[in-house]
């Protein structure tokens, strides 16, 4: 590993990589978790692992993203991968049947070379580096994750990090294989608000509410309504495209949403804001922002506590490779991340 040698490194017990002073969340020898992240920062996973329990966490064809705090690691949302064609066909990685297994949900892998076909027989502890010169003191860790080829030919994968700097936020670039289809788009999207019940969504100079948005639909399917692009959406004083959602309930623990048998509707973790950046000199004009809403939880008759919230939450723009899109979880709410709260 690249930036930490035998020398810097002090244990590496319990799934934690402890390196230069910076405690890394790493897969374990014994369970072999496909999970990484920081102490008391943003931790990403892929299936089968549960980021705040026992089982596989969840479906397969996401990955698992969460945070970690004194010990013990929250899940909060997933983020699914959506290529687009160049004839407008999109791949759906949590629905698309695979073709290795016949099973719902594309198969996902990580590995620390971009050129692995199948998954390795443990989970790589993954890449830690020194990625700035300027910056001897930060270090990042980082996996390549690979996906297989979807039914509408794109074939993408990425490189997912997290910087000792930005411990909040993790870095999703994407490329694409030899044998991809064009793609329009790749699309990642945070498929799971309805878990915290994100209903504000932070823009330039208003804030948008679910509840009022959606306020005549009460249907068990998804509501669309229009895309935010560049000019609605803030930029903060560094120059970087932002936008965050929130719930607007005061403890999003406190609500009791679903009965025992769907119990895994039940947030357990702290209020948080959820956000999309785009750094200062890597975004384009055609940069936009689409959310949906849902009234009733996913495929389930069991209706969302306290009105209806949005769902798929995502920030796009046309592919190249190497494009970077950055998902945050804070406990610092959107204003002091800078933007200002007014009511659409």
Request: aromatic residues 10%; glycine residues 10%; charged residues 25%.
């Amino acid at each position: 590993m690249r930036g930490c040698t035998a020398a810097s490194v002090i244990a590496l017990l319990a799934g934690a990589l402890v390196c230069d002073g910076v405690e890394w969340i790493t897969p374990t020898a014994k369970e072999g978790k496909p999970t990484w992240g920081i102490k008391g920062g943003i931790v990403f996973g892929l299936w089968p692992a549960s980021l705040s329990g026992p089982g596989k966490g969840g479906p397969r064809g996401l990955i698992r993203v969460g945070y970690e705090r004194d010990g013990k690691t929250e899940l909060i949302n997933f983020i699914a991968v959506e290529p687009v064609n160049d004839k407008g066909a999109k791949g759906l990685s949590e629905l698309e049947w695979s073709a290795a297994d016949n099973r719902r949900g594309k198969k996902m892998w990580a590995s620390v070379s971009r050129l692995s076909r199948q998954p390795p027989p443990v989970p790589p502890s993954g890449r830690i580096t020194r990625p700035e010169a300027a910056k001897p003191g930060v270090e990042e860790i980082s996996v390549v994750i690979h996906i297989e080829r979807f039914q509408n030919g794109c074939h993408p994968y990425l490189v997912a990090s997290v910087r000792s700097d930005c411990p909040e936020e993790l870095v999703l670039t994407v490329h694409h294989k030899g044998d991809s289809a064009k793609m329009r788009y790749c699309i990642l999207t945070a498929t799971m608000g309805n878990y915290e019940r994100l209903r504000l969504l932070w823009l330039k100079d208003k804030v948008i509410n679910s509840k009022k948005l959606y306020r005549a639909y009460d249907g068990k399917d998804f509501c669309e309504k229009e895309l935010y692009p560049l000019k609605e959406l803030f930029i903060n004083a560094k120059g970087d495209v932002i936008v965050a959602g929130t719930t607007d309930e005061e403890d999003p623990r406190a609500v009791r949403a679903a009965p025992l048998r769907l119990s895994w509707w039940n947030y357990r973790a702290d209020k948080v804001t959820q956000y999309w950046r785009k750094p200062k000199g890597e975004y384009r004009k055609g940069l936009h922002v689409r959310v949906n809403g849902r009234a009733y939880y996913w495929a389930s008759n069991l209706l969302i506590p306290n009105g209806t919230a949005f769902e798929n939450f995502e920030m796009r723009e046309s592919y190249y490779p190497g494009q970077k899109f950055i998902f945050g979880i804070t406990r610092r709410t959107p204003e002091k991340l800078g933007f200002r709260k007014l009511q659409e």
